[in-house]
């Protein structure tokens, strides 16, 4: 099988090696590369991130390896072929720690620890709950392959010599083994503020970036569009991954008149949209997933000063209502939608304020630099056991 592969050298010299392995993420994936990645190699790891082709325009940290692979055309070639790829690719080479980032290199990390290597298994989502909710798998079918799933995951994460979860309900599926909580809270100096636009001086814009989808609330946040006033210019910007079909329905909806699609934005580019925005989007639906975590993408609009219009789940109320940072609403409910974002833009002191202790929490609490330090010490806690 033939793989279209990249490869920059890292660097950074010295330390014990990491590599940090991918199928579906890429190698500029916000939590791989810029966060985890670069502060393991910030405390002397050579750090290396196998994964997917960078995003168009994405910015990668010169301190850090990066061996790029292009994406599979189908989710069949992906298991299929892909996997076997990365398998034999490292088993032949040799670093201190292979650092997996998908659920289906479980089995990759099995093979590892045969070998005799160190294996770090980080879980970004909790991965049961989405199973119930993909909808590529037969309905009645979720339930035992969610059951299948958890013990499967909790087997092999049993066995690495370290587990790292991105929320605080995952360290719960794993009852055995080294596991670390290490949230994936925003680095806050990438949304600084020293030069920020006043909120009454920007325009009648809100914007949201991200996998632009229907569960993550894509066709709501346009039908709302329409519902506005149409004297007013109010715009929606969106930002991130958009497949060719998702695109087309957006187009026959009311509000797309109303709506601009960014595609994927990194550094400037949205750091400028945030600064021009009146209030970040996060209307995620009601999924078994969803309702159990909280989307990073929530305290990126807090460090960038922006007030949240939220989905109303209660996990997610404990911050919105306890910091006063933005309006929650039902997220199926477009009218509602509609009605909070154009309180946003009738308040602009309002909104300003909720900004301002939006970010004040992340500044305190909810940012990367506590998180980075959690893993290095996890990870050093590996050499003590060893």
Known sequence: MSVRCSISKSGNSGGKSVLHVSSAHRVSDGRISKKEATSLAGRGYRVTVLALCRATGAELNPDLGYIEHGEPCSRAWR????????????????????????????????????????????????????????????????????????????????????TVVAHDVLKDQFETGQTVVVKNYPIVPDYSLAEATAMSERPARVFYHGDLTQQRGLFSMVEAMAMLDDSTS????????????????????????????????????????????????????????????????????????????????????????????????????????AGAIEQILENPEEAAEMGRRGRQAVIERFNWQREGEKLVEAYQGMWVRA
């Open 79 to 162: 298991f299929l072929f892909r996997l076997p790829w990365l398998a034999w690719f490292c088993a032949r080479q040799r670093y201190d720690v292979y650092h997996l980032h998908d659920p289906e290199l479980i089995l990759l990390g099995l093979i590892l620890k045969l070998l005799g290597r160190r294996v770090v298994y980080d879980a970004h989502e909790s991965y049961p709950m989405v199973i119930l909710d993909r909808d590529w798998i037969p309905r009645l079918l979720r339930p035992l392959l969610s059951i299948i799933w958890r013990r499967c995951e909790a087997f092999s994460a049993g066995r690495a010599n370290l």
């Open 234 to 337: 109010i715009s929606l910007h969106l930002a991130g991954s958009l497949t060719s079909n998702d695109a087309e329905r957006v187009q026959r909806l009311n509000g797309s008149g109303r709506s601009r699609y960014l595609g994927w934005l990194d550094g400037p580019a949205l750091a400028k949209e945030l600064d021009n925005a009146r209030a970040g989007l996060v209307l995620l639906h009601p999924t078994n997933n969803y309702l159990k975590i909280r989307p990073n993408k929530l305290y990126e609009y807090m460090a960038a000063g922006l007030p949240v219009i939220a989905s109303d789940f209660p996990h997610w109320r404990e911050i919105v209502e306890h910091y006063r940072c933005g309006i929650l609403v039902d997220p199926l409910d477009v009218p509602a939608i």
